[in-house]
């Protein structure tokens, strides 16, 4: 409940900004057409931006024949979970890494790269894919698709301000200002900030599917030491696809830590071993970046 809420409060934050630079531009009219063309781009975003982030990280559909083991995972995680089967996808990227996307959980995907199932063993595999069940189950691949569209519809506000070259109405200079450089900086914090506060949910929540609070832990450990020294080209030149995955798989190639799209991955370790029956295992570490 507080990861929700939290959420809901971002985003009404992000939609008033959304209004506000609106309003600067246009006055009220210019508020309600900037909430009108972002509503346009989330719904083109809803019904597309699985497809897109699947084709742009060259996801490729397997099925039971195929890979018999993964599927036959996620479908059980996925009785688990009340969910109905997702599509599976495999990416061809050694970093070991994971996403969910989809509308909503009739039209879903789970996507696992080369790397992850080279690397887990099967515990770990499940508590991965159930975390990212947990996305779909919640709908955050639909929270972020909307934030990410919201996000870029604030930049091109500020863009248009950057343009027009008035400076006299609804603000001002400083107001021109205020939308041109620091309300794009302000919507990007909010959407970073949503993303990391859906991790944690999802990670209670995939560990409270696979029953087994640990064996993510353990995988979160290796995916985070691993994915560092592994790039990820795919999403090194998708990088506003960052936050679908299980640990942020940018940063291999250049610094992305002011801006994070994942909260702490020892943090998130040591919360879920506040799940597991106290002594029962070892809490793995993360060396410190």
């Not at 894919?129 to 919201?150: F, G």
Request: charged residues 15%; hydrophobic residues 50%; proline residues 5%.
């Amino acid at each position: 409940m507080t990861g929700n809420l939290r959420t809901f409060l971002l985003m009404a934050a992000m939609t008033a900004l959304l209004m506000g630079m609106g309003w600067l531009i246009g006055g009220r009219g210019g508020a309600t057409l900037a909430l009108l063309v972002a509503g346009a781009g989330n719904l083109w975003a809803w019904w597309n931006s699985d497809k897109a982030v699947l084709r742009q990280h060259g996801a490729m559909p397997v099925t039971e024949a195929q890979a018999p083991e993964l599927v036959g995972l996620v479908r059980q995680l996925a009785g688990r979970a009340g969910l109905p089967m997702p599509a599976v996808y495999v990416l061809a990227t050694d970093q070991p890494n994971a996403f969910a996307t989809g509308r909503d959980p009739q039209h879903a995907a789970v996507a696992v790269t080369q790397g992850l199932l080279r690397i887990l063993d099967r515990d770990e595999l499940a508590g991965v894919i159930a975390h990212e069940l947990a996305h779909i189950r919640h709908r955050d691949t639909l929270t972020m698709t909307v934030t990410a569209t919201m996000a870029g519809a604030i930049a091109m506000l500020g863009n248009m301000m950057l343009f027009a070259g008035n400076r006299e109405r609804q603000g001002g200079a400083l107001g021109a200002v205020l939308a041109m450089f620091l309300a794009p900086l302000a919507a990007t914090l909010v959407q970073l900030a949503i993303s990391r506060s859906r991790e944690y949910v999802a990670d209670r929540s995939g560990a409270e599917i696979s029953g087994n609070p640990m064996a993510l832990a353990s995988a979160l450990a290796k995916i985070a030491n691993a994915a560092g020294r592994t790039v990820n080209m795919p999403a090194e030149r998708n990088p506003a696809s960052a936050a679908l995955f299980i640990i942020n798989p940018l940063g291999a190639m250049r610094m992305d830590r002011l801006f994070a799209t994942h909260p702490s991955t020892q943090e998130r370790i040591d919360l879920l071993a506040q799940m597991q029956p106290s002594g029962n295992s070892r809490i793995p570490r993360v060396p410190r970046a």
